[in-house]
């Protein structure tokens, strides 16, 4: 198991530092999902047909965005936004520029998560916020996000892992991250065992993350 | 007693037929009715007769095909959203199928008709968990405040789905069968509780159930339903609520 | 990569069937792609050439290495050797096609002593290119490399002097272009800087012609002399392909 | 008529104390309880006395803290998955929540008893329609096979229940509340379907109510549940659920 | 707008070709979803703590398989797979067989959704089952797939777009497609017309399959 050490030695400091671009990208990027993609697919929910807050105009946007937004491949979307980042953040490369398009995809994913989790939501429970005459904001924050939390938070956990499979190809823009010192150190210069190292620790990351998520969700389950 | 108050519910020539249904028979056909501020009123009817339909059109959550709805004066079918809503937070219901929030302690689904109840008429913060727990004492369910849902029985459920209608003690009282699965006890102290919205708070209150007894110990009137219709409408000798036996009392009477 | 096994070579080089044997060729992307066409068109009777189009350098050359494809054309000889080094491989270049000169451009400067401190330069983030980005620079004084490390294969970790405390981009050389318009110096070949309607012979700022990178056509080193391969060496070095080349104004012929 | 057959139901120093529950009383304390093959038993109680409770540790779905249960000669406690699974199938169960299946229309849920039902006894598949078909006649929704149970009415769905529990004809019919939204008209006829199925197919009946009527009407046996302990076990000296009088009927002689 | 006739009088069939590609590569791996994923989804589900068929080992396993392939980077994956793909389709490269490692991504993302979706269903229908003593596969066949059935077809079409996405990556091993052809031609060669073109013609047509989806999945929501 020298080798590992070895290897550790040499590259440990640019993977710690390849870790922590990925956690910036995460970070942020779900902040944007809860922040803006909750939101986001609660109207989308509310707005629908038949939905707590029907209004056919601002459903058709919201869901355009959202639809839009997932159907670009990803590459194409980083490549597509460079002019906009770069007016938005005076630079299109780099970490911090490469999280803006992560942004944009976070919060589509995930507000069409919350959407879907939203409707597997019983009819009954809408009932009630209705005939107890709740405003929309009411039934939002006192029924139905209570009433879908625990799918909610299982939801992000999976987000957050497709972002992090999103961000490897952030490499286009100079993001750097895990992912791609997986590709330019392992993949691309050939060094097998630093690659299969470095999926390792993702992988490991993602079980982390995912078990972390699984747990939180089965206790915020009450039913 | 008879009541004496305005008019607070009116229906005019109400007729609902659900689509989709491949049955031809109207869930509600024709009905005129008026119920009178400070009344008990009963709804009986069979099982399938209309009277849930009858309930959810006064609060607006089914649109008749035609006829005219009145509730406090407003024309249910010309309220906007804003209006609805605003109707709705006048109006206590219990549903048939309760609907618990899952996620919510007993205390805090109980509470929740606290917080959305009409600004003006909410009780502080600090006034509304004793007002809760008052309630919870009410209807027998003191000690699972704290439980979730989940975790009770279905007379259990049934009786926190009233403490949710009547703890922000609204002006109309809409309840399906709100006794069902109780036994004559609990089924006598919900009825006190009944009674008292009405004559200490002046509350509305109508009542579907299937169970005579029921109407006999609290109504003032009763409609009979059938098939959608409104068959016969009673004046009721009515009983008195004390005067129904404990659930021990009447087994040993009837069964032993 | 990853492991490699040798795998059966599709037919390629015995050239006594009646139906033409099929040549696969792995190619990236323009011009290279262009030249293997080219190539394609003029190949010798008996055989025929299929283009593979990969958009990765090193599947390019895994796939031959297994055995899965007969030659690629999609790199210089330092890269290909890298990559036998590695990964135990036994390609071999058989016949230099063409070469370019690249060069560093900027949008704002007109002389690399220009070169403001805490610039920040754009390079690509492949080995071999960033090698060879690395080495113009210092042959340009702009900076310094370990005098240890080969040159060809310098990282920017092996920048032992750095006097302007200059920023190193890494990024692919597909966007290059973009980084054009921001950075202060951006490495890049001809075949993409002319998208932006420019050339190295009039915008570069400092520019390299070295025919250790001429691209090269590259087979297993058992087919080197096999009758395929001398088919394709001629077919590469034909008119229609110096046509192809010509016609190209960022690429020269280097055979 | 008291039962005569052979014990099919055992229950022998049975107690459960819920987890997680904050309240330290238990659901079922010490219950010692055999009712006979063929048998109409009936346990009553209050709400939350451990009815349900007593019900769910029959099939096995609630684990009991202490003592041994005898379903048909099994140890329930002892079984595995696989005998576990044979016992339900030889079980029908009335839940108090109904629980149907939204996605199949009443027809398809009440034929779902009969796919899942032991192979040996499964109908073949042209006589599950014609079977489902009666079933439905029997509980008075014939006009509504093809409906989802979101267009039903609350005691609709409680009668897809029944037909659910009851159209495999089991061995042992558990139903839990099984009119509590009835009038009484649809009671008589569950009660009639109730009695056939142990007249006609020997069937042993496990009732739930907290409807006396329904006990003295159709029960053998009673036994009355206190906070989970059994209180007092009766014989009904049962009157007919023939002569149940019809809702019409009982209403004209009430209210009017 | 003569320049854009002009330009599809020029890539038109080559573009046609990519669309092809692309929708072998996603009815293939959509295949993969339904006949794999789906399956992998409910047995995670039923071998959960709790679960129909509670089963340690087994969900462990399963519910690894979903997140090691979902945490791969997915040119990671690809590369990694290519001993694999060539043992079993005799090539590595080429639009068939870059659809293998689309279907190992199929498979484990739908599996994911399968699973979040089957979470959401009302703890009484399972019990129906369980009352009922139907088998494993009689709950699965009879109850659990038929009360899922909208979401399930929501989710694949879901799974559809993120496999639209990844198949982008696949130019890696000459696997072609649209989303390749836009990077291809439009970016590397720098040909924004045609990349935004491209782009178009994926919008619209992930447009039309989340209407479908959504259309449909609505139809069998029978709540
Ligand atoms: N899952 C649970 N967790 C904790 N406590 C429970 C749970 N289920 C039931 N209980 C409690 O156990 C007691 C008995 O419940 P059970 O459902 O058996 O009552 P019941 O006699 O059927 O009442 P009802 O007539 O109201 O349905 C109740 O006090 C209830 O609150
Ligand atoms: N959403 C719906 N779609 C179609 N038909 C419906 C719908 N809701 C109710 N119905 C039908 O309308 C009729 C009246 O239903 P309603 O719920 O008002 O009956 P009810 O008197 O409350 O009966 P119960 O005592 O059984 O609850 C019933 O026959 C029912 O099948
Ligand atoms: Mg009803
Ligand atoms: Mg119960």
């Given amino acids: 198991m020298e080798w590992i050490t070895e290897l550790l030695a040499q590259h440990g400091d640019a993977m710690l530092e390849a870790l922590a671009e990925t956690g910036y990208m995460l970070v942020v990027s779900l902040l944007a999902a809860v922040l803006v993609g909750l939101p986001l697919g609660m109207t989308v929910f509310l707005t629908a047909r038949g939905g707590l807050a029907e209004h056919r105009p601002v459903w058709s946007v919201a869901n355009m965005y959202i639809n839009i937004v997932r159907s670009f491949p990803f590459l194409l979307l980083v490549v597509f936004l460079i002019p906009f980042t770069r007016a938005v953040m005076g630079t299109s490369f780099g970490t911090q520029a490469a999280t803006l398009p992560l942004c944009f995809v976070a919060v589509a994913i995930y507000a069409r998560l919350v959407e879907q989790i939203l409707r597997e939501i019983p009819p009954g429970i809408s009932l009630v916020a209705r005939t107890m005459g709740a405003t929309v904001p009411q039934a939002v924050l006192r029924v139905l996000l209570p009433e879908a939390r625990s799918g909610l938070v299982y939801a992000l956990t999976s987000a957050s892992i497709s972002l992090l499979s999103y961000s490897t190809v952030l490499g286009v823009v100079g993001g750097g991250g895990i992912g791609d010192f997986a590709m330019r150190y392992g993949y691309q210069e050939y060094n097998d065992a630093l690659m299969y190292i470095t999926i390792a620790v993702i992988v490991v990351c993602v079980l982390a993350l995912q078990g972390i998520g699984h747990r939180i969700s089965v206790r915020l389950d009450r039913r | 007693m008879q009541a004496s108050g305005a008019p607070i519910v009116e229906l005019a020539a109400v007729s609902k037929r659900y689509r989709g249904a491949d049955d031809p028979r109207p869930a509600l056909d024709d009905v005129d009715l008026t119920i009178h501020r400070g009344e008990i009123f009963g709804v009986i009817g069979e099982s399938g007769a209309g009277k849930s339909t009858l309930l959810q059109v006064l609060s607006g959550l089914v649109v008749p095909d035609a006829g005219r709805v009145t509730v406090a004066g407003r024309d249910v079918g010309a309220l906007g959203r804003r209006g609805l809503r605003e109707l709705r937070r006048d109006i206590g219901v219990v549903f048939q199928g309760i609907h618990l929030l899952s996620s919510r302690t007993v205390r805090d689904n109980v509470r929740l008709a606290l917080q959305l109840s009409p600004r003006s008429e909410r009780p502080s913060r600090a006034a509304q968990a004793p007002a809760v727990d008052e309630m919870l004492e009410f209807v027998g369910l003191g000690h699972r405040g704290g439980h979730y849902p989940a975790q009770l029985s279905g007379g259990e459920r049934q009786r926190v789905g009233l403490a949710r209608a009547l703890v922000a003690r609204p002006a109309l009282l809409l309840c399906d069968e709100p006794t069902s699965s109780l036994d004559t006890t609990t089924t006598a102290d919900v009825l006190r509780v009944l009674a008292r919205a009405r004559d200490e708070l002046g509350s509305t209150v109508i009542v579907i159930t299937h169970d005579l007894d029921v109407v006999k110990a609290l109504c003032d009137r009763a409609a009979l339903l059938e098939r959608g219709a409104v068959r016969e409408l009673f004046t009721v000798a009515r009983s008195d609520y004390r005067s129904m036996p404990s659930y021990r009392e009447q087994v040993r009477r009837e069964l032993m | ?255």
């Fill in chain 3, 1 to 255: 990569g990853c492991g490699a096994q040798q795998a059966d070579a599709p037919g390629a080089s015995d050239g006594a069937a009646a139906e033409p044997t099929t040549i696969q060729v792995a190619a990236v992307t323009s011009p290279m792609t262009d030249v293997v066409e080219a190539a394609g068109e003029a190949i010798g009777d008996g055989f025929e050439i299929e283009l593979v189009e990969v958009s990765d350098y090193v599947t390019a050359n895994t796939l031959l290495n297994d055995g899965e494809i007969d030659a690629n054309f999609s790199q210089h000889v330092p890269y290909m050797e890298g990559f036998n080094a590695a990964n135990d491989g036994t390609l071999t270049g058989v016949q230099p096609v063409y070469n370019f000169v690249i060069a560093f451009y900027s949008k704002t400067l007109d002389d690399i002593a220009d070169l403001p401190t805490g610039g920040t330069v754009a390079i690509p983030d492949d080995a071999s290119n960033t090698g060879r980005a690395l080495k113009l620079l210092a042959s340009e004084g702009v900076i310094e490399l370990d005098p240890a490390v080969d040159p060809y294969e310098a990282t920017v970790d092996d920048i032992a002097s750095n006097p302007k405390e200059l920023e190193f981009l890494q990024i692919p050389i597909s966007s290059l272009n973009t980084a054009y318009e921001e950075a202060d110096l951006v490495f890049q070949w001809p075949s993409h800087i002319s998208a932006l309607g420019l050339n190295p012979e009039d915008d570069g700022l400092i520019t390299e012609l070295d025919d250790t990178f001429a691209l090269h056509v590259v087979v297993r080193e058992e087919d080197a002399d096999s009758e395929a391969t001398a088919a394709l060496i001629e077919a590469f070095t034909s008119d229609e392909v110096r046509e192809v080349i010509e016609s190209n104004e960022t690429i020269e012929v280097a055979f």
